[in-house]
């Protein structure tokens, strides 16, 4: 018993030892979203904002986590947690609607940018999809919804623009 109790006590005390306990300072990738917090709205084509559009965008437990929700224009709300990982060098997704959906995306990023992916099937249809949150020059964002049957070739479902209200 004496023996259990020690080999125990060894295997716990390595599990706490593998958990990452230093702090954590934002460089590199893991500061790609600063821009992020805030309240962001539809920018429409006539440069007004669309209310019915809305981000909702704080700080998390971290400088590189952020919590989201959304509004969208037909009238679906959601949060997400978007937030950077340090063990693997990346940013995560995580999303739930109020119609009961709970998706976690992948990410990669592509040139300069961070997207998040995730497969869908809808109608027989399988296909990959990515979204974009890409700061634009003038302080707007680009949101942009792509879809692929062989990640090379992409096309275009949607794209947004949003601005800080």
Not at 58 to 73: A, D, K, M, N, Y
Not at 83 to 105: E, I
């Amino acid at each position: 018993m004496k023996d259990f109790a020690i080999l125990f006590i060894l295997l716990f005390s390595n599990c706490l030892s593998a958990q990452d306990t230093k702090p954590f300072t934002p460089e590199g990738d893991a500061k790609y979203f600063d821009f992020w917090a805030g309240t962001w709205y539809e920018l429409k084509p006539d440069n007004t904002l669309d209310s019915n559009v809305c981000f909702r965008i704080t700080r998390g437990v971290h400088p590189s986590c952020f919590i989201e929700e959304w509004q969208l224009g037909n009238g679906m709300k959601s949060i997400a947690i978007r937030s950077w990982d340090k063990t693997n060098n990346k940013w995560g997704f995580v999303w739930v609607s109020d119609n009961g959906l709970y998706q976690v995306w992948d990410t990669r990023k592509v040139d300069d940018n961070w997207y998040i992916y995730k497969e869908f099937t809808i109608n027989n249809d399988t296909y990959l999809s990515r979204q974009g949150f890409i700061p634009q020059a003038d302080g707007t964002v680009l949101r942009t919804s792509e879809k692929s049957y062989d990640e090379k070739k992409w096309e275009i479902r949607f794209q947004q623009r949003l601005k800080k209200g």
